[in-house]
């Protein structure tokens, strides 16, 4: 009796150290959250093992990259409103949807072009391997969902489209 009470007890102890462990351990991870609350870039500090003086550097120009963003994404959307303004056949695309169409294109174009050279810049602010990484995965978010559908429309992904 003595021995199974010794057991209880201490599978007893064993599983408060075990609850009192876990929860100091969320709430250490759960002050740490609120002490320093998480922005758009804490990610990037934390991924990329980034020190204070990188990062201030990385968010400067971030901020300075914002407002030439949100103005292409503004003129985007003006042509985008146009092209939905304008009034179609139902058959064919008329040469002002096409026009207007490939205003969106080059604002696109000129917006892919400005991310790749805000992330060359952040790149160029971080340690150098981390710097290569960071700029791989930006190529790849930024350029890869235009690639996959090429590739999936491409002859190469085995769709016949000029086989008709």
């Avoid at 400067?60 to 146009?82: F, M, Q, T, V």
Wanted: net charge neutral; glycine share 6%.
């Amino acid at each position: 009796m003595k021995r199974s009470l010794v057991i209880f007890i201490g599978a007893l102890a064993l599983g408060i150290a075990i609850f009192a462990g876990s929860f100091l351990a969320a709430r250490h991870a759960t002050v740490a959250c609120c002490v320093r609350p998480a922005d758009d870039l804490s990610w990037l500090q934390m991924e990329f093992h980034l020190s204070d003086t990188e990062m201030a550097r990385i968010r400067e120009l971030h901020n300075g990259y914002l407002p030439k963003c949100a103005e292409i994404c503004a003129k985007i959307a003006a042509r985008k409103s146009e092209l939905d303004s304008i009034p179609g056949n139902g058959t064919n695309l008329t040469a002002e949807a096409q026009t207007k169409l490939n205003e969106i294109a080059a604002l696109r174009a000129q917006c892919q072009s400005n991310m790749l050279q805000h992330f060359v810049a952040v790149s160029q602010a971080m340690p150098p391997e981390q710097g290569k990484r960071y700029l791989a995965e930006m190529k790849k978010l930024t350029l890869g969902s235009h690639e996959a559908i090429e590739q999936s429309m491409s002859d190469h992904a085995g769709h016949d489209h000029g086989a008709n």
